[in-house]
Nanobody
Framework: QVQLVESGGGMVQAGGSLRLSCQTS????????IGWFRQAPGKEREMVSC????????FCVDSVKDRFTVSRDNTKNTVYLQMNNLKPEDTGTYYC?????????????????WGQGTQVTVSS
């Protein structure tokens, strides 16, 4: 069974840090890219943070690239999202998603498997 499970969310004050984990099963992680998305209540889900590509490359969107980093441990079938200097606008439900093949790695349609999300709340 293909499964992705996010964890590590919680409540933190502005300026704090959290590390999210995306634990995967049912497929070989080293052949897949993992992207992180978030959704605030009443808003569309958006690409946020970073992508860990299966070729070893990573990238982050401009709004978070100075604060967030993504990494993976294929032996543990887990991808991590380290979030530093959190801001209230980072609040939302964070999802990880997997794709075997993509071009842009930016859009929801490029990903085939999704986790259930983990909540991140940043207070001022």
């Amino acid at each position: 069974q293909v499964q992705l499970v996010e964890s590590g969310g919680g409540m933190v004050q502005a300026g704090g840090s959290l590390r999210l984990s995306c634990q995967t099963s049912g497929f070989t992680l080293e052949y897949y890219a993992i992207g992180w998305f978030r959704q605030a209540p009443g808003k569309e889900r958006e690409m946020v943070s970073c992508v860990s590509r299966n070729d070893g490359k990573t990238f982050c969107v401009d709004s978070v690239k100075d604060r967030f980093t993504v990494s993976r441990d294929n032996t543990k079938n887990t991808v991590y999202l380290q979030m530093n200097n959190l801001k209230p606008e980072d609040t939302g439900t964070y999802y990880c998603a997997a794709t075997y093949g993509a071009f842009w790695y930016l859009y929801q349609y490029e990903y085939t498997n999704w986790g259930q999300g983990t909540q991140v709340t940043v207070s001022s």
